[in-house]
C-alpha cells in the first residue's frame, strides 16, 4: 500500500484495465530522485498479474551505448525477432549487434519496436515498464517513443519512470524525447500521509525532530525514509541550501562510510560497472584482492539487492554516493581492472573503462574509443558516437587526431539534433589544425548547422567559402559542398550566393563522366529555375537519375517546373525504393514530391494521404524543414476542401516555423493557402493582402504562375483592377520562359478577367483549346468556372451552364468541395434547379480519411495487415482497427470485395 498516491495509483489502474481491454496506452512519470516512481512501477507490474511483463532500467555506464536499453527489455523475446518482417528483423538484430548493422535506421528500429510488441500482444496483454528512463541511451528512447505513439489499438501498454533533466545533471536529455507522450507529474506526499509514513517506519523518532524531517523532506518518501537514519550526524532543517537528492545522497554517503573498506571498494565496482552483471563484478573484484564476503556485507547493510546473476543497488543515489565518495585513483584502479576483465568479450564497454582508467594522453584507448564510436554511427546512434569522438579527442595525443576526431564529433552531434554542442566541438577543433580538408569538413558542418537553426544564407556562406579551399587539392568534397551551397542560397532567396556556387562549380577539374557530374548539372538547373533564367526543358527528362540524392533534385526540379506526371513517375520509384531500401529518413522527402506531384495533377486525396504519411515521419525523425513544407501543402489541400480548422492550423505553424528560421519558401505554400481559404469564402479583401504579402516563388515556375492567378482574381474581386493589370503583364513579360506546360493556359486566363467583354471570350477558348491543361483538372476547372461566371454576366446563360456544369463534374471528381460550391452557386444564378451538388463524401471513397484510403488500397493488392504496417509505420492491430471502420463506409464485409472497388483517384 502507498501512502498518499491515490490518485496516481489510479491512473495506473486505469491505464492497465485500458491495455486488458485491447486499447494500448503510454504514460511518463516524471518526478525528482526518491518521489516514488519506481514504487508506482511495481505497483504497475503487481496490477498487471496474468499479463507478460517486460521491465528495464536505464544504468548511467550504458547511456552510451545504442540501443542498450531496448536490448534489455527485449532480452526475454528475442528469439522472437526472427518472426519480423525481413527489413525489420534485419534493423532490429543490427542495433543489437547480433549481426552487421549496414547504417541502422531509428526510424525502422522503432517500427520493429513497434512490430515485435504488437505480436507479443497477441497471445497476451503486454506491459512494459522503463525505470530510470534519463538514463536509458538516445537510440533506445527513440524507439520506445515512436512505439509509444502508436499503441491506440494494440493491448500494450509503456510506463517510462524518468527524472526532469536539469542543466547540471550529466545524464541524456530524454525529458524532451518523452514530451509528446503523456505525462504524470509526481509532487511530493500530502502532509498527513508524509506524515503517516514517517510515523510507520521511523516510531521512535523524537517528536522535536519528526517536524524538521517533515520540513526537510519535502513529502519525498524516500527521504521521510533515509533521513532519520542521519538525524544524529546533520541538520535535516529546511534551512539546508542543498536539493533534496543531494541530502539523500549525503545520508547514503555516511551509511557506507560506516562499512569495511574492502566493502566500501566492492560498491565501487559494482557502481563503475553500471550493469549490473554480478561475473564482471567478481571478476574484477577479484583482481582487485576484495573477498566475495564483502558482498554480504553491502547486501546486509541493504545497499545493494543481489539475485541471480546480476547485482543492482537498492537506489541510484546509493550508486552515486558509492562512487562519487571514492577518491580518484581508486575509481581508476576500478575501471582499469574492469577494462582488463572485459578486453576481448565486449569491445565498447571495454574501450570506455580503459578510457577511464587513463591518466593522461592514451592513445590506444582513444583509437578504442574512436572504433566505438564509427560502430555507433553504423547502428544509427548518434548521440553515442558525440561522447565516444570527443572523449577519443581528449585523450588524443597529437593536435591533427584531435582535430579529427572533435570534427567527426562535431558532424555526428548535428545528426543527433546538439546543435549547441555541435557548435562548440568545430570551435575546439578549429583551434587545433590548419589541415585544409579538416578545416572544409569543419566549414561543412557549421554550414549544417546554420541551415538547421534557420539562417541559409550564412549556410551557404559557410559552405562556399569551406569549398574553395580544397577546390584544387579535393574537387570531389568540394563539388558537394557546393551542390548543397546552391541549395541553401535557394531556399533563403540569395540568388547571387547561388550565382557564386555554381560558378565555382564550373571551374572545378572533376572528369565528364564523374559519378557525381549529375549532380552538380541538377544544381545548374536547379540555379537556372530560381533565377530565372530560360530553361531547356529538354534537360528535365535527359536525365535517369539512380541515386536518392539524384531522384530527390530531380524530382523536386521537374515539380517546380509543374511537370507533374514526370515529377510523379520519379517520386514514385523514390517511395519505392526508399522503402525497399529501408532509407526511412530519406522517405519523408520521397513521399512529399510524390505529394506534390499528385496535388499537380488534381489528385488531392491520393496528395493528402502521402502527405500526412510524409508529416508523421518528418516529425518522427526531426526534420523540420520538410515538416514545414508539408503543413504548407497540407494547408492548401484544406483550403480547396474548405477546411478552416486545419487550413490555418497547419498553415500557421508552417508560417511560425519559416519566421523563425528566416526561410521565406517554406511558409510560401501556407501564406497561398490562407489566401485561397479566403477567395474561395469571397473574403477578397482579406485574401489580396495576403497575396500582396507573401513571398510570390520562383520566377517562372509551377506555383509563381499559379498563385498569381489567385492574386489577380483576388485583386479584381477586391476592387483593385490596377493591380490585377499590372500582375498580369508581368505574367505576359517573358511567356516564353514560363517551365510550367500549362502556364500559357493560366496566362491566357488572366488575360480573359482583365480584358473588355470583346477581346475576353478569345482569351478563355485560349485557356480552354484542346491539349491545354488536359491532365491539369483544377486548373482547368478554374477557367471553366471564370468562363462560365463570365457568360452568366453577359446574360448566355445556357452557354453559362454548359461550362459550369463542367467546372462543377472537375471540382467534384478532384475533391475541391469549397470550389464545387461556388460552381453550383453560379449554375443556381443561371436558373439551374436540375443539378444538385453532390459532395465528395457521398462516395464511397470519398468518405475515408487518408490513412483509411491507404490501408485499403494496400489491402485491396492482396497485402497482409502486417505488410501495410511495414509500409505505413503502424501496428498490424492498427491496421486492422482502419480496415474495420473503412468496410463499413464502403459497404462492404471482406476484403475479397476490395477488387471490384474503384479506388483510383
Same mark, same amino acid.
Given at each position: 500500500?502507498?501512502?498518499?498516491?491515490?490518485?496516481?495509483?489510479?491512473?495506473?489502474?486505469?491505464?492497465?484495465?485500458?491495455?486488458?481491454?485491447?486499447?494500448?496506452?503510454?504514460?511518463?512519470?516524471?518526478?525528482?530522485?526518491?518521489?516514488?516512481?519506481?514504487?508506482?512501477?511495481?505497483?504497475?507490474?503487481?496490477?498487471?498479474?496474468?499479463?507478460?511483463?517486460?521491465?528495464?532500467?536505464?544504468?548511467?555506464?550504458?547511456?552510451?551505448?545504442?540501443?542498450?536499453?531496448?536490448?534489455?527489455?527485449?532480452?526475454s523475446?528475442?528469439?522472437?525477432?526472427g518472426?519480423?518482417?525481413?527489413?525489420?528483423?534485419?534493423?532490429?538484430? @543490427?542495433?543489437?549487434?547480433?549481426?552487421?548493422?549496414?547504417?541502422?535506421?531509428?526510424?525502422?528500429? =522503432?517500427?520493429?519496436?513497434?512490430?515485435?510488441?504488437?505480436?507479443?500482444a497477441t497471445?497476451?496483454?503486454?506491459?512494459?515498464?522503463?525505470?530510470?528512463?534519463?538514463?536509458?541511451?538516445?537510440?533506445?528512447?527513440? %524507439?520506445?517513443?515512436?512505439?509509444?505513439?502508436?499503441?491506440?489499438?494494440?493491448?500494450?501498454?509503456?510506463?517510462?519512470?524518468t527524472?526532469?533533466?536539469?542543466?547540471?545533471?550529466?545524464?541524456?536529455?530524454h525529458?524532451?524525447?518523452?514530451?509528446? #507522450?503523456?505525462?504524470?507529474?509526481?509532487? @511530493?506526499?500530502?502532509?498527513?500521509?508524509?506524515t503517516?509514513?514517517?510515523?510507520?517506519?521511523?516510531?521512535?523518532?523524537?517528536?522535536?525532530?519528526?517536524?524538521?524531517?517533515?520540513?526537510?523532506?519535502?513529502?519525498?518518501?524516500?527521504? #521521510?525514509?533515509?533521513?532519520? *537514519?542521519?538525524?544524529?550526524?546533520?541538520?535535516?532543517?529546511?534551512?539546508?541550501?542543498?536539493?533534496?537528492?543531494?541530502?539523500?545522497?549525503?545520508?547514503?554517503?555516511?551509511?557506507?562510510?560506516?562499512?569495511?573498506?574492502?566493502?566500501?571498494?566492492?560498491?565501487?565496482?559494482?557502481?563503475?560497472?553500471?550493469?549490473?552483471?554480478l561475473?564482471?563484478v567478481?571478476?574484477?573484484?577479484?583482481?582487485?584482492?576484495?573477498?566475495?564476503?564483502?558482498?554480504?556485507?553491502?547486501?546486509q547493510?541493504? &545497499?545493494?539487492?543481489?539475485?541471480?546473476?546480476?547485482v543492482?543497488?537498492?537506489?541510484?543515489?546509493?550508486?552515486?554516493?558509492?562512487?562519487?565518495?571514492?577518491?580518484?585513483?581508486?575509481?581508476?584502479?576500478?575501471?582499469?581492472?574492469?577494462?582488463?576483465?572485459?578486453?576481448?568479450?565486449?569491445?565498447?564497454?571495454?574501450?570506455?573503462?580503459?578510457?577511464?582508467?587513463?591518466?593522461?594522453?592514451?592513445?590506444?584507448?582513444?583509437?578504442?574509443?574512436?572504433?566505438?564510436?564509427?560502430?555507433?554511427?553504423?547502428?544509427?546512434?548518434?548521440? %553515442?558516437?558525440?561522447?565516444?569522438?570527443?572523449?577519443?579527442?581528449?585523450?588524443?595525443?597529437?593536435?591533427?587526431?584531435q582535430?579529427?576526431?572533435?570534427?567527426?564529433?562535431?558532424?555526428?552531434?548535428?545528426? %543527433?539534433?546538439?546543435?549547441?554542442?555541435?557548435? @562548440?566541438?568545430?570551435?575546439?577543433?578549429?583551434? #587545433?589544425?590548419?589541415?585544409?580538408?579538416?578545416?572544409?569538413?569543419?566549414a561543412?558542418?557549421?554550414?549544417?548547422? $546554420?541551415?538547421?537553426?534557420?539562417?541559409?544564407?550564412?549556410?551557404?556562406?559557410?559552405?562556399?567559402?569551406?569549398?574553395? *579551399?580544397?577546390?584544387?587539392?579535393?574537387?570531389?568534397?568540394?563539388?558537394?559542398?557546393?551542390?548543397?551551397?546552391?541549395?541553401?542560397?535557394?531556399?533563403?532567396?540569395?540568388?547571387?550566393?547561388?550565382s557564386?556556387?555554381?560558378?565555382?562549380?564550373?571551374?572545378?577539374?572533376?572528369?565528364?563522366?564523374?559519378?557525381?557530374?549529375?549532380?552538380?548539372?541538377?544544381?545548374?538547373?536547379?540555379h537556372?529555375?530560381?533565377?530565372?533564367?530560360? %530553361?531547356?526543358?529538354?534537360?528535365?527528362?535527359?536525365?535517369?537519375?539512380?541515386?536518392?540524392?539524384?531522384?530527390?533534385?530531380?524530382?523536386?526540379?521537374?515539380?517546380?517546373?509543374?511537370?507533374?506526371s514526370?515529377?510523379?513517375?520519379m517520386?514514385?520509384?523514390?517511395?519505392?525504393?526508399?522503402?525497399?531500401?529501408?532509407?526511412?529518413?530519406?522517405?519523408?522527402?520521397?513521399?512529399?514530391?510524390?505529394?506534390?506531384?499528385?496535388?499537380?495533377?488534381?489528385?488531392?486525396?491520393?496528395?493528402?494521404?502521402?502527405?500526412?504519411?510524409?508529416?508523421?515521419?518528418?516529425?518522427?525523425? =526531426?526534420?523540420?524543414?520538410?515538416?514545414?513544407?508539408?503543413?504548407?501543402?497540407?494547408?492548401?489541400?484544406?483550403?480547396?476542401?474548405?477546411?478552416?480548422?486545419r487550413?490555418?492550423?497547419?498553415?500557421?505553424?508552417?508560417?511560425?516555423?519559416?519566421?523563425?528560421?528566416?526561410?521565406?519558401?517554406?511558409?510560401?505554400?501556407?501564406?497561398?493557402?490562407?489566401? &485561397?481559404?479566403?477567395?474561395?469564402?469571397?473574403?477578397?479583401?482579406?485574401?489580396?493582402?495576403?497575396?500582396?504579402?507573401?513571398?510570390?516563388?520562383?520566377?517562372?515556375?509551377?506555383?509563381?504562375?499559379?498563385?498569381?492567378?489567385?492574386?489577380?482574381?483576388?485583386?479584381?474581386?477586391?476592387g483593385?483592377?490596377?493591380?490585377?493589370?499590372?500582375?498580369?503583364?508581368?505574367?505576359?513579360?517573358?511567356?516564353?520562359?514560363?517551365?510550367?506546360?500549362?502556364?500559357?493556359?493560366?496566362?491566357?486566363?488572366?488575360?480573359?478577367l482583365?480584358?473588355?467583354?470583346?477581346?475576353?471570350?478569345?482569351?478563355?477558348?485560349?485557356?480552354?483549346?484542346?491539349?491545354?491543361?488536359?491532365?491539369?483538372?483544377?486548373?482547368?476547372?478554374?477557367?471553366?468556372?471564370?468562363?462560365?461566371?463570365?457568360?452568366?454576366?453577359?446574360?448566355? *446563360?445556357?452557354?453559362?451552364?454548359?461550362?459550369?456544369?463542367?467546372?462543377?463534374?472537375?471540382?467534384?471528381?478532384?475533391?475541391? *468541395?469549397?470550389?464545387?460550391?461556388?460552381?453550383?452557386? $453560379?449554375?443556381?444564378?443561371?436558373?439551374?434547379?436540375?443539378?444538385?451538388?453532390?459532395?465528395?463524401?457521398?462516395?464511397?471513397?470519398?468518405? &475515408?480519411?487518408?490513412?483509411?484510403?491507404q490501408?485499403?488500397?494496400?489491402?485491396?493488392?492482396?497485402?497482409?495487415?502486417?505488410?501495410?504496417?511495414?509500409?505505413?509505420?503502424?501496428?498490424?492491430?492498427?491496421?486492422?482497427?482502419?480496415?474495420?471502420?473503412?468496410?463499413?463506409?464502403?459497404?462492404?464485409?471482406?476484403?475479397?470485395?476490395?477488387?471490384?472497388?474503384?479506388?483510383?483517384?
Amino acid at each position: 500500500m502507498l501512502l498518499g498516491r491515490d490518485p496516481e495509483l489510479g491512473v495506473i489502474d486505469r491505464l492497465v484495465d485500458e491495455v486488458r481491454a485491447s486499447t494500448g496506452r503510454a504514460l511518463v512519470l516524471r518526478g525528482e530522485p526518491g518521489i516514488g516512481k519506481s514504487a508506482l512501477l511495481d505497483h504497475a507490474r503487481r496490477a498487471g498479474r496474468g499479463m507478460r511483463v517486460l521491465r528495464v532500467a536505464g544504468v548511467e555506464g550504458e547511456a552510451e551505448l545504442p540501443y542498450s536499453a531496448l536490448h534489455l527489455l527485449l532480452r526475454s523475446v528475442i528469439d522472437r525477432i526472427g518472426e519480423l518482417p525481413e527489413p525489420q528483423a534485419a534493423a532490429l538484430r @543490427g542495433a543489437f549487434g547480433m549481426e552487421p548493422a549496414a547504417g541502422a535506421d531509428r526510424f525502422l528500429v =522503432g517500427l520493429a519496436t513497434l512490430t515485435l510488441l504488437s505480436e507479443l500482444a497477441t497471445e497476451l496483454p503486454l506491459l512494459c515498464l522503463v525505470d530510470e528512463g534519463h538514463w536509458i541511451d538516445t537510440a533506445s528512447a527513440d %524507439a520506445l517513443r515512436f512505439a509509444g505513439r502508436r499503441l491506440e489499438h494494440d493491448p500494450v501498454g509503456l510506463i517510462v519512470a524518468t527524472r526532469e533533466h536539469r542543466e547540471h545533471d550529466r545524464s541524456p536529455d530524454h525529458a524532451r524525447s518523452f514530451t509528446d #507522450l503523456p505525462v504524470m507529474e509526481l509532487a @511530493g506526499l500530502p502532509h498527513d500521509a508524509a506524515t503517516a509514513l514517517l510515523a510507520q517506519e521511523a516510531p521512535e523518532l523524537p517528536e522535536r525532530l519528526r517536524d524538521r524531517v517533515l520540513a526537510a523532506a519535502g513529502g519525498n518518501p524516500l527521504a #521521510l525514509l533515509e533521513l532519520p *537514519k542521519t538525524v544524529g550526524e546533520e541538520d535535516p532543517s529546511g534551512t539546508d541550501p542543498l536539493p533534496i537528492s543531494e541530502r539523500l545522497q549525503h545520508a547514503f554517503t555516511g551509511q557506507i562510510d560506516r562499512l569495511e573498506e574492502t566493502t566500501r571498494r566492492l560498491l565501487v565496482i559494482v557502481a563503475a560497472e553500471g550493469t549490473g552483471e554480478l561475473g564482471t563484478v567478481m571478476r574484477a573484484a577479484d583482481r582487485l584482492g576484495v573477498p566475495t564476503t564483502a558482498l554480504a556485507e553491502a547486501e546486509q547493510a541493504g &545497499l545493494i539487492v543481489v539475485t541471480a546473476g546480476s547485482v543492482r543497488f537498492r537506489h541510484p543515489l546509493v550508486r552515486t554516493a558509492a562512487y562519487q565518495g571514492a577518491l580518484f585513483t581508486q575509481r581508476q584502479a576500478v575501471h582499469q581492472a574492469l577494462a582488463e576483465t572485459m578486453e576481448g568479450s565486449d569491445p565498447h564497454r571495454w574501450a570506455w573503462h580503459l578510457a577511464a582508467a587513463a591518466f593522461g594522453p592514451d592513445e590506444r584507448a582513444a583509437a578504442a574509443l574512436e572504433r566505438t564510436a564509427e560502430s555507433s554511427v553504423r547502428r544509427d546512434g548518434q548521440a %553515442a558516437a558525440v561522447a565516444a569522438y570527443e572523449r577519443a579527442a581528449q585523450l588524443s595525443q597529437d593536435g591533427p587526431a584531435q582535430s579529427r576526431r572533435l570534427s567527426a564529433a562535431a558532424v555526428a552531434a548535428i545528426e %543527433a539534433g546538439q546543435f549547441q554542442r555541435a557548435e @562548440g566541438l568545430c570551435d575546439a577543433a578549429e583551434r #587545433l589544425t590548419g589541415e585544409p580538408l579538416v578545416l572544409a569538413r569543419l566549414a561543412n558542418t557549421r554550414g549544417r548547422l $546554420e541551415f538547421e537553426r534557420g539562417s541559409p544564407r550564412v549556410a551557404a556562406r559557410l559552405t562556399i567559402d569551406g569549398a574553395a *579551399k580544397i577546390a584544387v587539392e579535393a574537387p570531389e568534397d568540394a563539388a558537394g559542398m557546393l551542390v548543397v551551397a546552391t541549395y541553401y542560397a535557394g531556399h533563403g532567396v540569395d540568388l547571387p550566393l547561388a550565382s557564386e556556387a555554381v560558378a565555382l562549380l564550373d571551374t572545378l577539374d572533376l572528369p565528364a563522366d564523374h559519378d557525381f557530374q549529375p549532380y552538380m548539372s541538377q544544381a545548374r538547373g536547379f540555379h537556372k529555375i530560381i533565377t530565372g533564367e530560360a %530553361a531547356d526543358h529538354a534537360m528535365f527528362f535527359a536525365l535517369r537519375p539512380t541515386s536518392v540524392w539524384e531522384q530527390t533534385w530531380t524530382a523536386r526540379v521537374l515539380n517546380v517546373a509543374g511537370h507533374a506526371s514526370a515529377a510523379l513517375e520519379m517520386s514514385m520509384a523514390m517511395v519505392a525504393e526508399t522503402r525497399a531500401a529501408r532509407l526511412i529518413g530519406h522517405l519523408a522527402n520521397a513521399l512529399f514530391h510524390q505529394a506534390c506531384a499528385q496535388a499537380l495533377l488534381g489528385r488531392h486525396q491520393a496528395a493528402a494521404e502521402s502527405a500526412e504519411q510524409a508529416l508523421t515521419i518528418a516529425a518522427d525523425t =526531426g526534420q523540420g524543414s520538410v515538416a514545414t513544407y508539408l503543413r504548407g501543402l497540407l494547408a492548401w489541400l484544406a483550403a480547396l476542401d474548405g477546411d478552416d480548422q486545419r487550413c490555418v492550423a497547419y498553415a500557421d505553424e508552417a508560417i511560425r516555423y519559416a519566421d523563425d528560421h528566416r526561410a521565406p519558401p517554406s511558409a510560401a505554400d501556407a501564406t497561398w493557402a490562407l489566401a &485561397l481559404l479566403d477567395l474561395g469564402h469571397g473574403r477578397y479583401e482579406s485574401a489580396l493582402s495576403r497575396m500582396e504579402n507573401r513571398w510570390r516563388s520562383w520566377l517562372y515556375s509551377t506555383a509563381w504562375a499559379r498563385s498569381t492567378a489567385d492574386h489577380v482574381e483576388a485583386a479584381l474581386r477586391a476592387g483593385e483592377p490596377g493591380i490585377a493589370a499590372r500582375l498580369v503583364g508581368e505574367l505576359e513579360a517573358d511567356i516564353g520562359q514560363h517551365l510550367d506546360p500549362c502556364g500559357p493556359s493560366i496566362v491566357a486566363r488572366c488575360r480573359a478577367l482583365v480584358s473588355p467583354a470583346e477581346e475576353a471570350e478569345h482569351h478563355f477558348t485560349t485557356a480552354l483549346k484542346p491539349g491545354a491543361c488536359e491532365d491539369r483538372p483544377f486548373e482547368r476547372a478554374r477557367t471553366l468556372l471564370a468562363y462560365g461566371e463570365w457568360l452568366r454576366r453577359e446574360h448566355r *446563360k445556357t452557354e453559362a451552364r454548359v461550362q459550369l456544369r463542367a467546372a462543377l463534374e472537375l471540382f467534384q471528381r478532384t475533391g475541391a *468541395k469549397l470550389w464545387a460550391s461556388r460552381a453550383q452557386a $453560379e449554375l443556381r444564378a443561371t436558373g439551374d434547379r436540375s443539378v444538385t451538388r453532390v459532395p465528395a463524401e457521398s462516395s464511397p471513397i470519398g468518405r &475515408l480519411t487518408p490513412q483509411e484510403l491507404q490501408v485499403v488500397r494496400l489491402a485491396a493488392t492482396g497485402a497482409t495487415n502486417r505488410d501495410i504496417g511495414a509500409q505505413m509505420f503502424l501496428s498490424p492491430r492498427t491496421v486492422a482497427q482502419h480496415l474495420y471502420r473503412a468496410f463499413p463506409k464502403l459497404g462492404i464485409t471482406t476484403r475479397t470485395e476490395l477488387a471490384a472497388l474503384d479506388l483510383d483517384l
